[in-house]
């Protein structure tokens, strides 16, 4: 049930955890655990990091439903 939820948040939120744990087969509760290390660590600069790569993902995502649908015209 936990484990459910926490992945329909991360979905619905920006999913960088998931997706680097999807992509390098690493669980995505411990990318998250280093994550927040690290920004303890370094005073937060990670969340730069964090935010421009949800950023890139979510422009990817856009740019692949524009060009689908171009070629579907």
Do not use: D
Not at 12 to 30: D, H, Q, T, W, Y
Request: hydrophobic residues 45%; positive net charge; proline residues 1%.
């Amino acid at each position: 049930m936990i484990k459910s939820l926490t992945y329909f948040l991360e979905r619905n939120a920006f999913g960088v955890c998931a997706r680097l744990g999807e992509k390098l087969g690493i669980s995505s509760e411990s990318i998250r655990l280093s994550f927040v290390y690290t920004s303890f660590l370094t005073l937060g600069s990670p969340v730069v990091v964090y935010l421009t790569l949800a950023f890139w993902m979510h422009m990817r995502q856009h740019l692949r439903r524009y060009r689908a649908s171009i070629r579907g015209l």
